[in-house]
Antibody
Framework: QVQLVESGGGVVQPGRSLRLSCAAS????????MHWVRQAPGKGLEWVAV????????NHADSVKGRFTISRDHSKNMLYLQINSLRPEDTAVYFC???????????????WGQGTMVTVSS | SYELTQPPSVSVSPGQTASVTCSGD??????ACWYQQKPGQSPVLVIY???VRPSGIPERFSGSNSGNTATLTISGTQAVDEADYYC?????????FGGGTKLTVL
């Protein structure tokens, strides 16, 4: 079945780095744009980043630009989010989500993972 | 920057119609979609391209989008529909989410 499984979260000190992973299965990973979305405890959804199906186009939310980097590995069917210089306000559940099609189509997110929790605390 | 505004909460009686609004500048000129999120769960897409239901979403869910407002309508609301609902649209190359609306069925 179509599935996204995130991993890599945990408790991290401010200023440190973390790489989140998202394993995709059950669909042709290389055909879809992919996104990261985060949700702080008790708060709403915040879009973080998008990467096109072939990895050539990326965009990051202004709030994370310069610290977060989205990437993908088609040989492993994996999506990644590299997070540097972590701040307490980055504490959130991080979801990976599949775009309905490819980047640039103003599409919705039709498949979501279960999320991985990142806690930034000293 | 572009913003989508939703009411924090909406209440509805079982069997009645619930309407959740999402407001943004010229939102009618964009595609709006809606997600349902229950406590401790991941979001689920319930409406895309303003008014299209994904496979498996009950017919009681419908959507519209015109002017500055998109609306999610749930007809014959059931207790199982109690959840947070988020609207979403694209502004150029960025994705924007509304702040979310807690739907209470009482």
């Amino acid at each position: 079945q179509v599935q996204l499984v995130e991993s890599g979260g945990g408790v991290v000190q401010p200023g440190r780095s973390l790489r989140l992973s998202c394993a995709a299965s059950g669909f042709t990973f290389s055909s879809y744009a992919m996104h990261w979305v985060r949700q702080a405890p008790g708060k709403g959804l915040e879009w973080v980043a998008v990467i096109s199906s072939d990895g050539s186009d990326k965009n990051h939310a202004d709030s994370v630009k310069g610290r977060f980097t989205i990437s993908r590995d088609h040989s492993k069917n994996m999506l990644y989010l590299q997070i540097n210089s972590l701040r307490p306000e980055d504490t959130a559940v991080y979801f990976c989500a599949r775009d309905q099609y490819d980047y640039g189509g103003n599409n919705a997110f039709d498949i979501w993972g279960q999320g991985t929790m990142v806690t930034v605390s000293s | 920057s572009y913003e989508l505004t939703q009411p924090p909460s909406v209440s509805v009686s079982p069997g009645q119609t619930a309407s959740v609004t999402c407001s943004g500048d010229k939102l009618g000129g964009k595609f709006a979609c809606w997600y349902q999120q229950k406590p401790g769960q991941s979001p689920v897409l319930v409406i895309y391209q303003d008014n299209v239901r994904p496979s498996g979403i009950p017919e009681r869910f419908s959507g519209s989008n015109s002017g500055n407002t998109a609306t999610l309508t749930i007809s014959g609301t059931q207790a199982v529909d109690e959840a947070d609902y988020y609207c979403q649209a694209w502004d150029s190359i960025n994705v924007i989410f509304g702040g979310g609306t807690k739907l209470t069925v009482l």
